[in-house]
């Protein structure tokens, strides 16, 4: 067996301390180099603020010192050439760690540092990831595995991708009223832009690239033996030189992964876009955070 595969291993046979109190949540987010890096600092303030019981929230120094990117990852510093820093590897180690540092039972949430977004001047009041966590516990979910993106009706002041939200108060029926419904992204868009990374995958993944892409710029997962397989499962691509590669290749590095595996394990994408108010979307931490907590989501496809 590999030094990798063996690291996976011993990690996976550590005991998991099981917990009759309320499950805590556990802040994860990664940044290299302006705005992001702002917006790592405005979590580093706010977490505890926000319900969090913790934060894993790291720079290069902190994800390049960690033994298993030493040991495992650190072909992805030559790989990333022309993509993201590290081709977004450090996603996959990250949910790892945090996995590893909280209790069974306890959440754990991805953030990213979002250069869209300025929370500096943002109302906080009433926002708490707990909210969240109970109302999908509630509602009889477990994890939040992303979000549904849409494609947008038209340009934007921001970013052309970024999707158009109307006024809660035009929400009719799931749709905006006098409004055109932003046509979701799907998986032949993944398809498009990673055929070496779908190689890796089996040939009836193919059929089922008509379903929502999912957006991984927020992940809100629980700690439990299946979560932790199949994050392990994420990471391994990572691990794995040659994966490692085409995910290198490929456009939406750690997203076009996560939507790959999101089909060999059944993953149901969230989606807020229907009723968020004026100016949020997937991408907005606080917009998620409101949007879950109020119950104001549907489950793509109906899975948890």
């Known amino acids: 067996r ?22 805590r949540v556990h802040l994860a987010s990664f940044a ?10 405005w979590y580093r303030e706010h977490a505890r603020s926000l319900g969090f019981a913790g934060a894993l929230l790291w ?62 001047n943002r109302n906080l009041t009433g926002l708490d990831v707990n909210a969240a966590v109970t109302r999908l516990r509630r509602d009889g979910r477990t994890n939040v595995y992303g979000f549904v993106m ?31 419904r932003p046509v979701d992204s799907t998986l032949s868009r993944v398809a498009e832009l990673s055929p070496a990374l779908l190689a890796f995958f089996p040939p009836n993944v193919s059929a089922h690239l008509e379903k929502p892409e999912i957006n991984t710029a927020h992940l809100l997962l629980q700690n439990n033996r299946e979560t932790r397989g199949l994050v392990k499962e994420f990471l391994r691509y990572y691990i794995q030189y040659p994966s490692a590669k085409a995910i290198c290749r490929s456009a939406p590095n750690d997203q076009a992964l996560w939507n790959l595996l999101g089909v060999v ?37 109906g899975g948890g």
């Not at 030094?3 to 009759?20: G, K, Y």
């Not at 996995?99 to 500096?120: I, K, P, Q």
Request: glycine residues 8%; charged residues 30%.
């Open 2 to 23: 590999s030094r990798p595969m063996l690291l996976l291993a011993l990690a996976a046979a550590a005991a998991q301390e099981p917990s009759n109190e309320s499950p």
């Open 32 to 41: 290299f180099g302006k705005p992001y890096t702002d917006t790592l600092e």
């Open 59 to 120: 720079g290069r120094e902190e994800l390049e010192s960690d033994p298993l990117f030493a040991s495992s990852l650190a072909h992805l510093v030559d790989l990333q050439k022309g993509t993201r820093p590290y081709c977004a590897g450090f996603k996959s180690l990250m949910l790892h760690r945090s996995l590893e540092r909280s209790r069974e039972g306890d959440y754990v949430m991805w953030a990213d540092a979002s250069r869209h977004f300025d929370y500096t």
């Open 150 to 180: 849409c494609k947008g009706v038209g340009p934007t002041k921001r970013k052309k991708s970024l999707p158009h939200c109307c006024k809660r108060d035009d929400v009719v029926d799931g749709n905006c009223r006098d409004k055109p």
């Open 265 to 301: 394990h059944d993953m149901q994408p969230v989606n807020i876009n229907r009723h968020c108010s004026k100016d949020c979307h997937h991408k907005d931490f606080l917009a998620v955070l409101d949007e879950l907590g109020g119950g104001r989501y549907e489950v793509e496809g």
